[in-house]
């Protein structure tokens, strides 16, 4: 039986090109590792998360997380199922259990207890929550704007990115925590009908409308307490001059400047000074021993339908995550986008041990 | 008698124009007011304090502070000497007693109690350390390093415009704190000959040598812990370029993009997040109820030689305030920038009551 797995080929200066003939990475199909050791367990990757912190993991420039190595299997996030248990992990695992685990792009992979989180799916929920909602992205938005955006009541919230999977939950979380205005940025008519009508952002901006900053103007009269940044650039600039004194900045993502060699820095930043502004970066690792009390509060929000949930998939399997990660920096997706491995119920042939 | 001022005639695009007759500022000439009210004093003024935040003062952009206006007295703070004490205030002020207060740029002024900050010299002290190491500049210093800034030891602590009048105090708190290593950044070589021989700071790097990237790479091999930023532009780039992880950005102030009209935000602002960075804006007045506690902990670190002064006193007269200012943007001094509006010792004709 075999394994495929997508590698990275080169380091893209700037935008990634997805073919993988010629382009940033390539596909490369391997032996299953059948002889599972005894202290490991195989999975089955079902569900891949894209992430736009991806762009970087690809940089050779210093950062919070080695870059992934030139003929590597590419990093990330997915929820896979144990196909096979290694003798003395036995009490641990069973097959067929849910596992999150950083798995790569591959279609199965060996892994230690330690690598792999054996996840219950709450009632009520799907797996893919546990990349979405309930993974990296929800808790994202749970740390940001709880830790650092800190919204009281009466408070004007700003998140950019507002469609995209952490953007929405950011958004929710400002809202139930009594923020009076949330105002959503994305990319379509579409996303800002969703952000609206569905998820009850107060007023949604498309970015891409030639008087956005006019709109943004208007829809912020009380200037902005708390913004949650996810793009950075032009909107970033725009919001630091909308900025209320002594507003929070949450410096959570910048993906209009990952897929450029010449980052633009905001030249309102000096607001920064005057208006006694508070920029602060988080990467959601640094919250991870407080994971289970965040998820189990986004889970209680979720099953009380405080929380909407959407997510986007590609189900072209494996090859499909290279262009799934160039149409997330397009923003093609509404929500959480993540590709599909395997469907969830697909038979697994039992691997020998 | 009368009372020379100095008034605002029309507002910057750019850089000031120093000129009395053809630029930013006019001289005026108006009788000294010597009909003092009950419930006010009279003041002479002695010394101007020069300060880099009067370019945002001549801006009608949205501040933590209205804006002079249009043929008003340019605004700045003094300290000065009452001449005339009107009835009701006998019992609080005696001809002769120093104050602080913001006069503005005028040779007199008549002021309400609660306008007018009443001033004992510390023992040992100078009327001018009142607007430089014990003024608005030195507990900006105080407060930007201790309260944002929270210098450990161990850390790696940089401060731009270093020989200026905060910086200098800025970098010397970060020392007294047990900082491993305080680097200055200046404009000249005699300034970082200052810092490093007269100041203490560990490493002091000219701004304007071909190489300072470099040779502020070479003196930060544990990146930066602490960054206080009175310049902004490059230098803050450079800066976030080597932000550690988790360190404090103290935004104070942006004297290389005050006089433009189109400031540049710093490219590296992306390291806010992969580094976690907190860059924290203020404005003293915000620490308005610990000035006085301040101002004692500095003057004992004076008194105990742990804190060095140096101030850049102008001995031309009113009609230099304006040559000052520009003088401070070109970063013409060391230390504290103020004029000598009137020697300390001048004698005062007594004013009519």
């Not at 997508?6 to 700037?14: M, V």
């Not at 700003?158 to 953007?167: K, L, N």
């Not at 000074?273 to 189990?296: C, H, L, P």
């Not at 990660?325 to 969830?344: F, H, I, Q, R, S």
Request: charged fraction near 20%.
């Amino acid at each position: 039986m075999s394994n495929k797995q997508i590698i990275l080929h080169e380091r893209p200066t700037d935008a990634i090109d997805p073919s993988l003939t010629s382009g940033t990475f390539r596909l490369r199909t391997v032996p299953r590792p059948d002889n599972v050791p005894a202290d490991k367990v195989l999975v089955r990757v079902h569900y891949l998360s894209l992430d736009p912190a991806m762009r970087q993991w690809l940089s050779a420039s210093r950062s919070y997380i080695a870059p992934v190595k030139i003929g590597a299997v590419m990093r990330g996030v997915s929820m896979s199922r144990v196909v096979a248990v290694g003798k003395d992990l036995a009490s641990k695992f069973q097959v067929g259990d849910w596992v999150s685990a950083y798995t790569g792009w591959q279609e199965y992979a060996v892994l230690g207890k330690d690598d792999v989180e054996k996840i219950a799916i709450p009632v009520g929920g799907r797996p893919t929550d546990v990349l979405s909602v309930l993974g990296l992205t929800g808790l994202t938005a749970y740390f940001g704007m709880i830790e650092i955006g800190q919204p009281r009541p009466g408070d004007t919230v700003v998140v950019s990115g507002a469609a995209g999977a952490t953007g929405m939950v950011a958004g929710q979380i400002a809202k139930i925590k009594g923020a009076k205005r949330v105002i959503g940025l994305a990319g379509t008519q579409d996303k800002c009908d969703f952000l609206v009508k569905e998820l009850g952002f107060d007023v949604a901006i498309n970015y891409k409308s030639p008087n956005w900053r006019k709109q943004l103007k208007a829809a912020t009269p009380d200037y902005i307490n708390v913004y949650f940044d996810n793009v950075g650039g032009e909107i970033l600039d725009a919001c630091l001059a909308r900025a209320a004194p002594f507003s929070r900045f949450v410096m959570c993502g910048a993906i209009s400047q990952y897929n450029t060699s010449k980052p633009k820095g905001p030249a309102s930043y000096m607001n920064v000074i005057s208006q006694r502004v508070t920029m602060k970066g988080f990467i959601v690792f640094d919250f991870a021993e407080k994971y289970a009390a965040a998820r189990e509060e986004l889970s209680s929000w979720l099953a009380q339908g405080k929380l909407a949930r959407k997510d986007h998939i590609l189900t072209g399997g494996l090859e499909s995550a290279p262009k799934a990660l160039v149409d997330l920096y397009a923003g093609a997706n509404t929500g959480k986008m993540m590709v599909e491995v395997a469907p969830v119920n697909e038979t697994e042939p039992r691997a020998k041990l």
